[in-house]
């Protein structure tokens, strides 16, 4: 069966920076891309990007450049997603989410269990 | 501020019938398919539906999704007490390039 699993919480300083891995399991990981949403506490849910397990080329949305980088280890099939610099307002859970793609539509049809990440003083 | 529109809350009681707005544009809703995933509290989203109103393996026939133009709704009937949780609309957004989700509908099952 398929199964994303994520690393457990973390309490960081700011300034200082995460990684959060995402181990998959029951599928061929480079068959699928992997997503990342994050949720702030109590918010919706926001799109971070995806990154193509195939080639390793990750895509940012908006918002998401240049403190945030999504990266693979195919060996072990896990992505990660780490993030620098962090801030008080990066605070929230971090999932990681198979993009299922059919043709044209796509969605996301697994999900990790969610990492929380606390940046405080 | 969503690029999708939900109402922030919706409820209903047992075994009633309650359904979720979920308003975009031509550039997301107008020219792509929808998906609607479930929060159950303190857990993960799952999958709920998927190309505007096809169900994944396990979901119950009680949940529906439609789209019209640029607008999607999720139709719950015979409503449950474990139906409470939160629920997203998600679509592709031509123009931002990447995927949209609406701000979420917190149902509640008096």
């Known amino acids: 069966q398929v199964q994303l699993v994520q690393s457990g919480s973390e309490l960081k300083k700011p300034g200082a920076s995460v990684k959060v891995s995402c181990k998959a399991s029951?599928?061929?990981?480079?068959?699928?891309?992997m997503n990342w949403v994050r949720q702030a506490p109590g918010q919706g849910l926001e799109w971070m990007g995806w990154?193509?397990?195939?080639?390793?080329?990750?895509t940012y949305a908006q918002g998401f450049t240049g403190r945030f980088v999504f990266s693979l280890d195919t060996s072990v099939s896990t992505a990660y997603l780490q993030i620098s610099s962090l801030k008080a307002e990066d605070t929230a859970v971090y999932y990681c989410?198979?993009?299922?793609?059919?043709?044209?539509?796509?969605?996301?049809?697994?999900w990790g269990q969610g990492t929380l990440v606390t940046v405080s003083s | 501020q969503s690029v999708l529109t939900q109402p922030p809350s919706a409820s209903g009681t047992p075994g009633q019938r309650v359904t979720i707005s979920c308003s975009g544009s031509?550039?997301?809703?107008?020219?792509?398919?929808v998906n609607w995933y479930q929060q159950l509290p303190g857990t993960a989203p799952k999958l709920l539906i998927y190309?505007?109103?096809q169900r994944p393996s396990g979901v119950p026939d009680r949940f529906s999704g439609s789209k019209s133009g640029t607008s999607a709704s999720l139709a719950i009937s015979g409503l449950q007490s474990e139906d409470e949780a939160d629920y997203y609309c998600?679509?592709?957004?031509?123009?931002?390039?990447?995927?949209?989700f609406g701000g979420g509908t917190k149902l509640t099952v008096l």
């Open positions: 190309s505007n109103n």
């Open positions: 029951g599928y061929t990981f480079t068959s699928y891309a």
């Open positions: 989410a198979r993009d299922l793609v059919v043709g044209e539509e796509n969605y996301f049809d697994y």
């Open positions: 031509s550039s997301n809703i107008g020219s792509n398919t």
């Open positions: 998600a679509a592709w957004d031509d123009s931002l390039n990447g995927q949209v």
């Open positions: 990154i193509n397990t195939n080639t390793g080329n990750p």
